[in-house]
């Protein structure tokens, strides 16, 4: 029987602390409300004591939303967590989300505390929030950085505390996929009630690994994925919802499953490109505009003959209406027959290779052959018979 994987979403929380990208409260609820018809299981839905604004935006979205839960992050302070929990108070589904770093880099550089002190405060964060909420998620920030057996204690410790959730951030990017799988596997293995606990990956991307460690922390047992939409996030990035999804789907669908309404994926990825003005690199893995374009004559050769023979995911799984095939100098004959019929040139062998001489003259001088070009170039061709 298949494992289901929850999917925590962060884009209103850390995907908004990108420079810029900044959303008001109205547009945060748009965003939440994609969210929710995405199927995601949680919504983090921003920092409450940061700002007036995202109290408001908070408490509007628990107002609206009734499916996933939702979830306010604070630090491990007293006040942090009685905002929390206020911003949350018409949530059907309300979850606190605290913690503190665990890493000695932390320890001794950003609190100038002690490994016990640390503890201390983590015991009395979880307690704290633990009045306001039965659903409390820790954090344990560096996590990636941070001595194993220590990690087991401070883990063991708000377990025992009542946290519901021990999520386990890479917030550097830090590790590689076999040290982080261990890491969760080693917590698996030494901390005491881990098994009543959900286990959750929140990986950043300063490596290039966030989705590569996220999914080998739920091959050794980790069962939330925090991510964004797109993979925005700090510095380079969170780990990417849709690159999650779609593994989990394409490659472990016997073993592994989440709720996500995958055909919404674009749609919804170009909602929060547009409300956050930052535009999704052309290559991104699922989501870019050329995840499912071809303009090598062998590839779409190869993909007018069959799809798979390039494309390991149908593009209408997540919301293209088809994978298209783009004229360039590197274009051959069968891409230019197959968008020549698009337009309603249906060309004989003898009027293809005399159309693609006029095409290579034409593709040499230009990035991209559109279908005014193309429309154009073969209406003088043929209507003006000037061949």
């Given at each position: 029987?298949?494992?289901?994987?929850?999917?925590?979403?962060?884009?209103?929380?850390?995907?908004?602390?990108?420079?810029?990208?900044?959303?008001?409260?109205?547009?945060?609820?748009?965003?939440?409300?994609?969210?929710?018809?995405?199927?995601?299981?949680?919504?983090?839905?921003?920092?409450?004591?940061?700002?007036?604004?995202?109290?408001?935006?908070?408490?509007?979205?628990?107002?609206e939303l009734r499916e996933p839960v939702?979830?306010?992050?604070?630090?491990?302070?007293?006040?942090?967590?009685?905002?929390?929990?206020?911003?949350?108070?018409?949530?059907?589904?309300?979850?606190?989300?605290?913690?503190?770093?665990?890493?000695?880099?932390?320890?001794?550089?950003?609190?100038?505390?002690?490994?016990?002190?640390?503890?201390?405060?983590?015991?009395?964060?979880?307690?704290?929030?633990?009045?306001?909420?039965?659903?409390?998620?820790?954090?344990?920030?560096?996590?990636?950085?941070?001595?194993?057996?220590?990690?087991?204690?401070?883990?063991?410790?708000?377990?025992?505390?009542?946290?519901?959730?021990?999520n386990i951030p890479d917030t550097t990017?830090?590790?590689?996929?076999?040290?982080?799988?261990?890491?969760?596997?080693?917590?698996?293995?030494?901390?005491?009630?881990?098994?009543?606990?959900?286990?959750?990956?929140?990986?950043?991307?300063?490596?290039?690994?966030?989705?590569?460690?996220?999914?080998?922390?739920?091959?050794?047992?980790?069962?939330?994925?925090?991510?964004?939409?797109?993979?925005?996030?700090?510095?380079?990035?969170?780990?990417?919802?849709?690159?999650?999804?779609?593994?989990?789907?394409?490659?472990?669908?016997d073993h592994f499953y989440t709720d996500?309404?995958?055909?919404?994926?674009?749609?919804?990825?170009?909602?929060?490109?547009?409300?956050?003005?930052?535009?999704?690199?052309?290559?991104?893995?699922?989501?870019?505009?050329?995840?499912?374009?071809?303009?090598?004559?062998?590839?779409?050769?190869?993909?007018?003959?069959?799809?798979?023979?390039?494309?390991?995911?149908?593009?209408?799984?997540?919301?293209?209406?088809?994978?298209?095939?783009?004229?360039?100098?590197?274009?051959?004959?069968?891409?230019?027959?197959?968008?020549?019929?698009?337009?309603?040139?249906?060309?004989?062998?003898?009027?293809?290779?005399?159309?693609?001489?006029?095409?290579?003259?034409?593709?040499?001088?230009?990035?991209?052959?559109?279908?005014?070009?193309?429309?154009?170039?073969?209406?003088?061709?043929?209507?003006?018979?000037?061949?």
């Amino acid at each position: 029987m298949s494992k289901k994987i929850e999917i925590f979403d962060t884009t209103l929380r850390d995907g908004e602390q990108v420079p810029g990208c900044k959303l008001n409260h109205k547009e945060k609820l748009k965003v939440a409300l994609g969210l929710q018809s995405l199927g995601v299981d949680v919504i983090e839905a921003g920092f409450p004591i940061s700002s007036p604004g995202d109290f408001k935006a908070i408490e509007m979205i628990c107002k609206e939303l009734r499916e996933p839960v939702i979830c306010a992050l604070s630090r491990s302070v007293e006040k942090d967590i009685k905002v929390a929990a206020e911003s949350l108070t018409y949530a059907k589904r309300p979850r606190i989300h605290t913690g503190i770093g665990t890493s000695e880099q932390h320890i001794k550089y950003k609190f100038q505390s002690t490994p016990e002190k640390i503890i201390e405060r983590a015991i009395a964060a979880t307690s704290c929030a633990k009045r306001f909420v039965e659903d409390v998620e820790f954090y344990a920030e560096d996590a990636g950085r941070t001595d194993n057996a220590y990690l087991a204690r401070v883990i063991e410790a708000v377990v025992a505390a009542g946290a519901t959730v021990v999520n386990i951030p890479d917030t550097t990017g830090y590790c590689l996929p076999d040290e982080y799988g261990q890491k969760i596997a080693y917590l698996k293995e030494n901390v005491k009630g881990i098994h009543k606990v959900t286990i959750s990956a929140h990986c950043h991307n300063d490596l290039g690994l966030a989705t590569a460690n996220s999914i080998a922390g739920v091959m050794h047992g980790v069962t939330q994925i925090e991510c964004t939409l797109n993979g925005i996030g700090e510095r380079a990035g969170n780990t990417s919802l849709e690159e999650v999804v779609m593994i989990l789907k394409q490659k472990y669908r016997d073993h592994f499953y989440t709720d996500i309404n995958t055909k919404l994926l674009n749609p919804l990825s170009r909602l929060v490109s547009e409300s956050m003005s930052m535009p999704v690199q052309a290559n991104k893995a699922i989501v870019g505009v050329n995840a499912f374009a071809h303009s090598s004559g062998i590839h779409q050769d190869g993909v007018i003959k069959s799809r798979e023979n390039y494309e390991i995911i149908d593009p209408l799984e997540v919301g293209v209406d088809k994978s298209y095939i783009v004229l360039t100098a590197r274009s051959g004959r069968a891409a230019l027959a197959f968008r020549s019929k698009e337009i309603g040139y249906d060309l004989a062998k003898d009027e293809l290779d005399i159309a693609y001489e006029h095409f290579i003259s034409l593709a040499d001088t230009k990035k991209e052959v559109d279908e005014h070009d193309l429309q154009k170039m073969l209406d003088a061709i043929f209507v003006s018979n000037i061949c």
